[in-house]
């Protein structure tokens, strides 16, 4: 290992996209609730607009965990809060 | 790249408080907001039985929003409806600010999401405990047995804290969004696409994001003044 600093940014973006991997199901989920509220549509048309407003709290409520893997994957890209111990852990192993 | 721009230092006693960029768009928007609220206050006087021109428009907007409230907000709290409008408006005008050049949308800086969700936690336990009494504070915090009361109090907590952070990532994902596709293909997006992006990651979500935090803040508010 010829520089730690390069090491740690590698890993800090692998990590990065690991987090985001949470994207997948929550974009599941969010299908799931998108197709339940157009078959609820299709057999009701009258009741458009509260399925609508229903909808999207659901959508909403679904996204929030793609969204804290969002945020941690911005964490750890841009803040970097745990670089410090892990380049002395490093530098002191080499 | 992302870093929260800062305009300048003020040095109050030993207190220094950071003039960032997203306090300087927040006192732009405050201004547009307060203007505009001038103006309908001084032509309120000319408004008649038939409506034309510029109070169609301030009508179609109050009577959207009193529908949304009558149809999704308990009765007991329709007198928070001027607060919930202005909530949106302030969203809105907040979300779509990064389509003017120069301006970061300032929801993509977490203190102010939060600021207003701590706003919809406390309206929430105000409203709780004003219309459902000792009853609310029994059925929200002391549920199964008074020993849950620890693991209620965090569930309580988390709300403003999942509420802030979903309208504070989609804003950022936006802006950071367009941010790498400038950096990254600057002929490409600079000439051909930079409508079609604003349109989607400022207006589009901006809206759609500012509209969902309000009626989320509403349907909590609502569900505790229902309590009882």
Redesign the interface.
Known sequence: MQDPLAFVLAMAHIAAAVALLNGILTTIGQGNVAAKAIESVARQPEAR??IT?NM??G??MA??SG??G??IA?LIL?VRPLINPFLQYLTAMI | MFDVPIHGVVSIGPVDLWITNTIVVTWVIMAVLITFAIIVRIKLKKFTDKPTGFQNVVEMAIEAFDGLMKSNGHKNISWLGGWFFTLFTFLLFANIMGIFPGMRPPTADWPLPFALALTSFFLIQFSGIRYGGWKYFKGTYLSPHWAFFPINVLGEFSRPISLSFRLFGNILGGLILITLLYTLVPAVVSYVVPVALHLVFDLAFGVLQAFIFTILSLTFVSLAAADN
């Open positions: 607009g509260p407003t999207f709290i959508l909403a996204e929030t969204i804290y969002f945020v911005i841009f």
